[in-house]
């Protein structure tokens, strides 16, 4: 009897779920270890989306789903790469898939980034998501705030900014966040985007959700609704960009309101510098532009001073390389043909090792692109396997791996583990009518998801 393909993914947030589902999905009889760094499963579904988006959760069970299949098994709190090095690993598997994502935040290159003040989009919402990995509290005391970039990122990070804290208390948020967030003295939010409403990269609902808060107006200005030839012509191929349109629009026409939080969507403003006195943030410095005929901008020489205290950059992440593993610094992903791991840009195909999601092809894409990135891959694992080109592992018993982490010292967190980590959750947010309130501390998470003593 042959004896299951034995494949590592690591990485448990959608792309490497997705892939582990098409894997048991296959003709071929297989044995999934899903690694992750963290001590809990589903990855930015858990840390990057933010907490008032309650049909996330359905993602959440359809992964959750996923997770439940007897052919996988997680394993949590282990970084490959340091704890346990790829070529140790390829010992034990005949195959590894990378898909561990972009959590990093990009930077905006422009003078005045390292002033007090100015963060990551990521760390915020590392924050107001409750991973581990940072800060516990936050500085809230600006009144005036500026968000660069206009995807979904920076209207999570606009829309938490300008929410009161009561609001968002019946979400999972974490008793330190609320805490933070009670301090805020956000009075107007700035967003700007260096294109127009054409260009911009929200999705239509998430637009719209924006304005549903009764505390938060929205401001367009009209002189900002502006499309050249190749902006209607993206209005006309795709019916969300035209939806994204409609609504701007929509916010630009209507009569002020009296909500008491302003939040601004300016287009056509390109950040140049940020302004700082004693070390800390005073202002974003903009240069206007305008379109050019096909989608692009230039600038016009107008520059203007918006008076801030604090800059949230949600221009993009950029992912992380692993340790033993290729990486190009260029363009942030690791070298691939598509699915397989390369030597470099141009280079040989590195038996067994393969790459999904955004390390594959950078931070860019939705849910759909993942699933297809992930189909890509798993075809040619699957392929390389059927025609002979995966070099058996050495050490096929599922035990073995484990053995080697124990050996380490190394307290693995298991799906069931998350089963009782998020009964804790559930358990803590039940008496104050939540649905969860999010457990922060990584012992105290590992405490309940690791081995039981």
């Known amino acids: 009897m042959t004896s299951p393909v034995r494949v590592a993914v690591v990485g448990s947030g959608p792309a490497g779920i997705y892939a582990s589902d098409l894997l048991v ?14 001590p809990a499963p589903f990855g930015l579904i858990r840390y990057g989306v933010a907490p008032d988006h309650p049909r996330i ?14 052919e996988i098994r997680f394993l949590g709190n282990i970084e490959v790469g340091k704890d346990i090095t790829v070529t140790e690993m390829r010992d034990y598997y005949d195959a590894i898939i ?57 209207l999570d990070v606009s829309r938490i900014l300008a929410k009161t804290a009561d609001e968002l208390l019946v979400t999972e948020i974490p008793d330190n966040v609320y ?5 805020n003295r956000a009075k107007e939010v ?13 999705t239509p609902k998430e637009l719209k959700e924006l304005d549903e808060s009764p505390t938060i107006e929205v401001i367009v200005s009209p002189e900002d609704i502006e499309y050249d030839e190749a902006s209607e012509e993206a209005r006309r191929a795709a019916k969300s960009t035209d939806l994204v349109c409609q609504t701007l629009e929509s916010y630009a026409m209507r009569e002020p309101g009296d909500a008491p939080h302003k939040l601004y969507i300016h287009f056509f403003e ?13 202002a974003i410095k903009t240069e206007r532009t305008q379109l ?55 280079g040989e195909k590195l038996p067994g090792l393969y790459t ?7 931070p860019v894409g939705l849910i759909g692109n993942t699933k297809s990135d992930a189909k890509d891959t798993t075809t040619m694992l699957l392929a390389d396997y059927k025609s002979g080109d995966l070099e058996p592992a050495t050490k096929r018993d599922p035990q073995d791996i484990l053995d080697l982490l124990e050996s380490r010292d190394i307290a693995v967190t298991t799906w069931a583990g998350w089963h009782r980590l998020n009964s804790a959750e559930q358990a803590a947010g039940e008496p104050h009518g939540r649905e969860r309130i999010k457990i922060v501390e990584w012992d105290e998470m590992v405490k309940h998801a690791g081995p039981q003593r």
């Open 292 to 346: 050019n005929g096909d989608g692009s901008v230039s600038g016009t020489g107008k520059f203007t001073e918006w008076p801030v205290q604090a800059v949230y950059r949600a221009v993009g992440y950029h992912p992380q390389s692993v340790d033993g593993i290729p990486f190009n610094e260029t363009t942030a992903t690791m070298p691939n043909d598509g699915g397989h791991v390369l030597a470099n840009v141009d």
């Open 57 to 70: 959760k359905g993602i959440v069970q359809s992964l959750h789903n996923i997770m439940e299949k007897e």
């Open 270 to 282: 390109s950040p140049v510098e940020v302004l700082g006195d004693a070390g800390h943030v005073t």
């Open 356 to 362: 999904t999601g955004w390390i594959k092809r950078g």
């Open 179 to 183: 805490s933070s967030l009670k301090e």
């Open 98 to 154: 990378f898909a561990t994502g972009a959590t990093a935040d990009k930077e905006m290159g422009i003078p005045g980034e390292d002033l007090e003040g100015n963060y990551g989009a990521g760390e915020f919402v590392g924050f107001y998501d409750g991973n581990p990995n940072f800060e516990r509290d936050w500085d809230l005391s600006a009144e005036s705030v500026a968000v660069v970039g206009v995807g979904n990122v920076s």
């Open 190 to 202: 700035h967003v700007f985007g260096r294109r127009g409403p054409a260009q911009a990269k929200y």
């Open 25 to 38: 999905k296959s003709d071929v009889d297989v044995q999934i270890d899903l690694f992750e760094k963290m």
